[in-house]
Every structure is written in structure tokens, then in C-alpha cells.
């Protein structure tokens, strides 16, 4: 008699696709160790484009993950992006999806 070994219950519905996403899942990622984040910094770190940045931002702003406040630094306008609490908890949602996935 050969005993199989049981195979993991796979979830794939847990897995968020608004973070899924490569670029916004690099912005959450970032965000999640350095908040808030500047625009022309997180354009830096994940090599998008402006207006490629800007397009993603606004559907993890719509999730409601991130904020964004503009303003000025001195005579210069100034983006900051936050993490927020609800984007906070989704972030860890998505890794614990992605662990059980794994079979972590």
C-alpha cells in the first residue's frame, strides 16, 4: 500500500491582483520598510515612468493601500506616497497568501 502525500489546499483566490501586479507589488514592498516615500524616489527604486508610477499609484490609492499628499518642498512641488493601515494589512494578507501557496 503507497501512501501519497497530501498536496496543499492552494488558495489562488487569496491572492490580491491589485498588489499582484509587478510594479505596484515592488511599490508595496518598498513602502512597507520606508513610509511615506517621495515620487521621484519610488520612481528611482522600481524604474517606472512617471506617468507609469502615477497610473498604478492611483489603483493601489483606490484600494485604498496608499496615500498620496501633495505639496511643496520649498517652491518645488512634492509627492509623498503613504502606506496606510488598510494597505498595511493587505500587504501582510498577500505574504501569508503567497507563503501558503509556496507551502511555507
Keep these: 500500500m503507497t501512501i501519497e502525500p497530501e498536496s496543499p489546499d492552494i488558495d489562488i483566490g487569496a491572492i490580491d491582483d491589485v498588489i499582484h ?5 515592488g511599490v508595496m514592498a518598498y513602502l512597507s520598510a520606508v513610509n511615506p516615500a ?4 519610488l520612481i528611482d527604486k522600481t524604474g517606472a515612468t512617471n506617468g507609469n508610477l502615477s497610473t498604478h499609484l492611483t489603483k493601489l490609492e483606490s484600494a485604498g493601500y496608499v496615500r498620496q499628499e501633495k505639496g511643496y518642498n520649498g517652491k518645488r512641488p512634492q509627492t509623498l506616497v503613504h502606506l496606510t493601515k488598510e494597505g498595511r494589512v493587505a500587504w501582510i494578507d498577500y505574504l501569508d497568501a503567497m507563503k501558503s501557496l509556496l507551502g511555507g
Excluded at 21 to 25: A, K, N, Y
Excluded at 38 to 41: L, N
Aim: proline share 11%.
Design 21 to 25: 501586479g509587478r510594479l505596484r507589488l
Design 38 to 41: 517621495s515620487f521621484p524616489e
